[in-house]
């Protein structure tokens, strides 16, 4: 009986990634309206998450032990406003309340440190982009979230669907673990347009961290994790909206309220609706720069508290996007199999349409009061539908996956600690594609690859055990191994390991290494291969990638001018892989060839950032990554494979993030510069590369009792790349490309919106 209760538990629920607990103290001041503070005694300090309360002692300060993730402080006092700090790590803090004629928005911390900083409890240095800093350039999705951070690059996969792909140390975004408040999310046929399903103004952070890390949540994360923390159930915010318009009459808006329903129940729903109804030729070369598109998500979060402190949470989401794109004649509709009315005319164009449902729930379970013991679970489903035509090509599939995660973390002593877990994944990719003629009379395509070739069924069950050292003064060590064994790709072992070694108390120093490895979706990896004349060659089965990453950083944390909270950081990452799957555009000129690499592939990523804020409430980052890409890739004719360049991957990046905020923040004004090195182009191109380019960005915020009013422009020098689409004017031409893109694709943008924030 007990073995048939523990096998339905683990198939029913899943673990949620063990975060290592910290603790958090700070002060409570009175602002007087002459400036001046004092401590203010018996304040309230809820830490909102957890249900945790504790009070200010005579001289302002407080302590909060146990705290997990990202967390939500609140300080407050009868007769003052509230003040509300997100936090992530052990920190020392100062919170001000200020009379409550005195009108100050109750404003979460990041608004007064830099909108990006690193997170100094860390385990791997995790950069982390706040609610502010999201605010910064009016994101509307997770894919515009990035401008301000060097360690991530964002481009298009190709120059017709408005599909949008991140890098990391130098590789796309597939090798990039998503994960949503520690789930794994936007995989498989999900991914190419995963980061436009998510808005910025539903999360309340992201976190990215380079290198492997945890093996908790599988071992897809070769070269880091993008964690997303959303709004949630206990926010103070009861509504909040966002509407954005863009000259380029993109519409957009925003919702999330979190409500209260009882001291156990609460929830939080979101959402969100795109509109793009106007086609734009700013290069003048026929073709829409960005599709026409109509998208909507809503996503609803709820969280129960037991009388034990256990948490039960569970949501869903559904989302539909539909996109027209091409050429500026094209119309819905024409691109049907059945007439091919497109071609026949001479008209390419593209039509996307992307729906899915997912759902999912956690619960935590404390054990033994303080001790920090715990078990917890997870299970999480989703199904996603997509439907692409390009031209000539069709791409269609569906996705149903489900995943479960089950661990138990023990304490042993202050120093040591450990979990073991148990997970496991149904993966059900059923997907066809299909290339036909021009000449609507030939009713068979020309190329098909059914789901046999492009398509995935892989379950997998794994196991894993981690085991944690900390000192509780200057060292932190977590090791860690995962066994697993795919239907497809057998079994598999990976070690994973992580330091942490404060030299000071200001200077610290991390490194990690590990194993990842990943099944390849060869088309929804890469997606822009739908947007060219080319026929997609599969020249061998393509197996399980397969490599290692290492690297380090080294922080050294510092109080000058205005700031106690100043950085510099330096870090290198290698990833080094033992198989990868590979796309070659210069094996041949008819085809797109995909196969496993023969030879030697890595990647070299040196990055520094400095952090300064030379007078008070005005902060400045600067960030420069220089990438050093290889990959051997087979030669046409009787040469021999070589390692070279890899193509349409980044030299470097150099990101300036300026931001002054006058007191109170009624007035907000930020300006970011990046300068974005040159690409390697493939062969058939010419070889060389691309143009240094420059992107800027301004904004201006004005702050009203609730509600924000922000203005701003994007890429102000109006650079977009010349000729994206090779052989535009002939796109049924042998020529035609349209996947080379490295540079953006429109010019400037003025933009306008407001936020409405109600407060409890």
Same mark, same amino acid.
């Given at each position: 009986?007990?073995?048939?209760? !523990?096998?339905?538990?683990?198939?029913?629920?899943?673990?949620?990634?063990?975060?290592?607990?910290?603790?958090?103290?700070?002060?409570?001041?009175?602002?007087?309206?002459?400036?001046?503070?004092?401590?203010?005694?018996?304040?309230?300090?809820?830490?909102?998450?957890?249900?945790?309360?504790?009070?200010?002692?005579?001289?302002?300060?407080?302590?909060?032990?146990?705290?997990?993730?990202?967390?939500?402080?609140?300080?407050?006092?009868?007769?003052?406003?509230?003040?509300?700090?997100?936090?992530?790590?052990?920190?020392?803090?100062?919170?001000?309340?200020?009379?409550?004629?005195?009108?100050?928005?109750?404003?979460?911390?990041?608004?007064?440190?830099?909108?990006?900083?690193?997170?100094?409890?860390?385990?791997?240095?995790?950069?982390?982009?706040?609610?502010?800093?999201?605010?910064?350039?009016?994101?509307?999705?997770?894919?515009?979230?990035?401008?301000?951070?060097?360690?991530?690059?964002?481009?298009?996969?190709?120059?017709?669907?408005?599909?949008?792909?991140?890098?990391?140390?130098?590789?796309?975004?597939?090798?990039?673990?998503?994960?949503?408040?520690?789930?794994?999310?936007?995989?498989?046929?999900?991914?190419?347009?995963?980061?436009?399903?998510?808005?910025?103004?539903?999360?309340?952070?992201?976190?990215? +961290?380079?290198?492997?890390?945890?093996?908790?949540?599988?071992?897809?994360?070769?070269?880091?994790?993008?964690?997303?923390?959303?709004?949630?159930?206990?926010?103070?915010?009861? #509504?909040?909206?966002? !509407?954005?318009?863009?000259?380029?009459?993109?519409?957009?808006?925003?919702?999330?309220?979190?409500?209260?329903?009882?001291?156990?129940?609460?929830?939080?729903?979101?959402?969100?609706?795109?509109?793009?109804?106007?086609?734009?030729?700013?290069?003048?070369?026929?073709?829409?720069?960005?599709?026409?598109?109509?998208?909507?998500?809503?996503?609803?979060?709820?969280?129960?508290?037991?009388?034990?402190?256990?948490?039960?949470?569970?949501?869903?989401?559904?989302?539909?996007?539909?996109?027209?794109?091409?050429?500026?004649?094209?119309?819905?509709?024409?691109?049907?199999?059945?007439?091919?009315?497109?071609?026949?005319?001479?008209?390419?164009?593209?039509?996307?349409?992307?729906?899915?449902?997912?759902?999912?729930?956690?619960?935590?379970?404390?054990?033994?009061?303080?001790?920090?013991?715990?078990?917890? #679970?997870?299970?999480?489903? +989703?199904?996603?539908?997509?439907?692409?035509?390009?031209?000539?090509?069709?791409?269609?599939?569906?996705?149903?996956?489900?995943?479960?995660?089950?661990?138990?973390?023990?304490?042993?002593?202050?120093?040591?600690? #450990?979990?073991?877990?148990?997970?496991?994944?149904?993966?059900?990719?059923?997907?066809?594609?299909?290339?036909?003629?021009?000449?609507?009379?030939?009713?068979?395509?020309?190329?098909?690859?059914?789901?046999?070739?492009?398509?995935?069924?892989?379950?997998?069950?794994?196991?894993?055990?981690?085991?944690?050292?900390?000192?509780?003064?200057?060292?932190?060590?977590?090791?860690?191994?995962?066994?697993?064994?795919?239907?497809?790709?057998?079994?598999?072992?990976?070690?994973?390991?992580?330091?942490?070694?404060?030299?000071?108390?200001?200077?610290?120093?991390?490194?990690?290494?590990?194993?990842?490895?990943?099944?390849?979706?060869?088309?929804?990896?890469?997606?822009?291969?739908?947007?060219?004349?080319?026929?997609?060659?599969?020249?061998?089965?393509?197996?399980?990638?397969?490599?290692?990453?290492?690297?380090?950083?080294?922080?050294?944390?510092?109080?000058?001018?205005?700031?106690?909270?100043?950085?510099?950081?330096?870090?290198?990452?290698? +990833?080094?892989?033992?198989?990868?799957?590979?796309?070659?555009?210069?094996? +041949?000129?008819?085809?797109?060839?995909?196969?496993?690499?023969?030879?030697?592939?890595?990647?070299?990523?040196?990055?520094?950032?400095?952090?300064?804020?030379?007078?008070?409430?005005?902060?400045?980052?600067?960030?420069?990554?220089?990438?050093?890409?290889?990959?051997?890739?087979?030669?046409?004719?009787?040469?021999?494979?070589?390692?070279?360049?890899?193509?349409?991957?980044?030299?470097?990046?150099?990101?300036?993030?300026?931001?002054?905020?006058?007191?109170?923040?009624?007035?907000?004004?930020?300006?970011?510069?990046?300068?974005?090195?040159?690409?390697?182009?493939?062969?058939?191109?010419?070889?060389?590369?691309?143009?240094?380019?420059?992107?800027?960005?301004?904004?201006?915020?004005?702050?009203?009792?609730?509600?924000?009013?922000?203005?701003?422009?994007?890429?102000?020098?109006?650079?977009?790349?010349?000729?994206?689409?090779?052989?535009?004017?002939?796109?049924?031409?042998?020529?035609?490309?349209?996947?080379?893109?490295?540079?953006?694709?429109?010019?400037?943008?003025?933009?306008?919106?407001?936020?409405?924030?109600?407060?409890?």
């Amino acid at each position: 009986m007990k073995r048939i209760f !523990l096998t339905i538990l683990f198939l029913c629920c899943a673990g949620v990634l063990p975060m290592m607990a910290y603790k958090v103290t700070g002060k409570v001041n009175y602002n007087k309206k002459d400036g001046t503070k004092e401590p203010l005694e018996y304040a309230t300090v809820a830490w909102v998450e957890g249900k945790t309360m504790v009070n200010t002692v005579a001289d302002g300060t407080f302590e909060i032990k146990n705290l997990k993730g990202t967390c939500t402080l609140v300080a407050s006092f009868i007769g003052f406003t509230r003040d509300t700090i997100v936090v992530n790590g052990e920190e020392v803090l100062e919170m001000e309340l200020f009379d409550e004629d005195n009108t100050l928005a109750s404003a979460v911390i990041t608004a007064r440190r830099n909108a990006n900083y690193l997170a100094k409890g860390a385990m791997i240095k995790t950069e982390v982009i706040t609610a502010a800093g999201l605010c910064k350039m009016a994101c509307c999705s997770l894919a515009e979230s990035f401008e301000n951070s060097a360690s991530v690059s964002v481009g298009y996969s190709d120059a017709v669907s408005g599909a949008k792909q991140i890098k990391l140390l130098g590789l796309s975004g597939a090798y990039t673990q998503m994960l949503d408040e520690n789930r794994p999310v936007m995989r498989g046929l999900a991914a190419p347009f995963g980061l436009t399903y998510v808005p910025g103004q539903w999360l309340q952070s992201i976190q990215i +961290s380079k290198g492997p890390s945890s093996v908790t949540n599988g071992l897809e994360g070769i070269t880091g994790q993008i964690n997303m923390e959303h709004r949630k159930p206990t926010d103070e915010v009861p #509504f909040y909206l966002n !509407l954005f318009e863009g000259s380029n009459l993109r519409s957009e808006a925003n919702i999330a309220s979190s409500i209260q329903i009882n001291n156990k129940l609460s929830t939080v729903v979101m959402a969100h609706a795109t509109y793009d109804a106007k086609r734009h030729d700013d290069n003048h070369d026929s073709f829409s720069d960005d599709p026409m598109s109509r998208q909507w998500s809503i996503d609803n979060r709820w969280l129960y508290v037991f009388g034990n402190n256990a948490q039960l949470r569970w949501g869903v989401k559904a989302l539909t996007d539909t996109r027209v794109g091409g050429q500026m004649d094209y119309s819905k509709g024409m691109n049907q199999e059945s007439t091919r009315e497109a071609a026949s005319r001479g008209i390419w164009g593209s039509e996307i349409r992307n729906s899915g449902i997912s759902g999912y729930a956690k619960l935590g379970i404390p054990l033994n009061g303080e001790s920090g013991d715990n078990i917890a #679970f997870i299970a999480d489903y +989703s199904y996603y539908d997509t439907q692409n035509s390009y031209g000539l090509k069709y791409f269609d599939g569906h996705q149903n996956m489900g995943f479960f995660n089950g661990m138990y973390h023990k304490v042993l002593s202050p120093k040591h600690s #450990f979990t073991v877990g148990l997970s496991g994944e149904i993966n059900d990719i059923k997907s066809n594609y299909r290339m036909y003629s021009k000449d609507i009379a030939v009713d068979r395509p020309v190329q098909q690859l059914g789901n046999d070739v492009i398509g995935l069924k892989d379950n997998m069950i794994g196991a894993y055990g981690e085991y944690t050292y900390d000192n509780g003064g200057n060292l932190t060590l977590v090791t860690g191994v995962r066994v697993e064994k795919h239907s497809t790709g057998g079994w598999s072992v990976a070690p994973r390991a992580n330091v942490k070694y404060s030299i000071t108390d200001n200077l610290i120093f991390r490194a990690t290494v590990g194993r990842g490895l990943r099944n390849s979706h060869i088309i929804a990896d890469n997606l822009g291969v739908l947007s060219s004349s080319r026929k997609i060659e599969i020249l061998e089965p393509i197996k399980r990638e397969d490599a290692w990453t290492f690297g380090g950083n080294i922080t050294q944390n510092f109080a000058l001018w205005a700031s106690e909270e100043s950085y510099i950081s330096f870090d290198y990452f290698r +990833s080094q892989f033992h198989n990868q799957a590979v796309i070659d555009w210069d094996l +041949s000129q008819s085809a797109v060839s995909i196969y496993n690499c023969s030879g030697k592939s890595f990647t070299d990523t040196y990055q520094i950032d400095l952090s300064l804020e030379p007078i008070e409430r005005f902060t400045t980052l600067f960030t420069f990554r220089y990438t050093n890409a290889k990959v051997t890739m087979n030669r046409s004719g009787n040469r021999a494979p070589e390692l070279v360049n890899r193509p349409l991957t980044s030299t470097y990046k150099g990101v300036v993030n300026l931001q002054y905020a006058t007191p109170m923040n009624k007035w907000t004004f930020d300006f970011t510069a990046q300068v974005n090195g040159p690409v390697y182009l493939p062969e058939f191109m010419g070889g060389g590369k691309s143009s240094v380019y420059p992107m800027l960005y301004a904004q201006i915020t004005k702050k009203f009792r609730g509600v924000d009013i922000y203005a701003g422009v994007e890429n102000i020098t109006d650079y977009t790349q010349d000729s994206p689409i090779l052989d535009a004017s002939a796109p049924f031409s042998d020529g035609f490309n349209a996947a080379m893109v490295w540079g953006p694709l429109m010019g400037r943008m003025f933009y306008i919106g407001m936020r409405l924030t109600i407060w409890k």
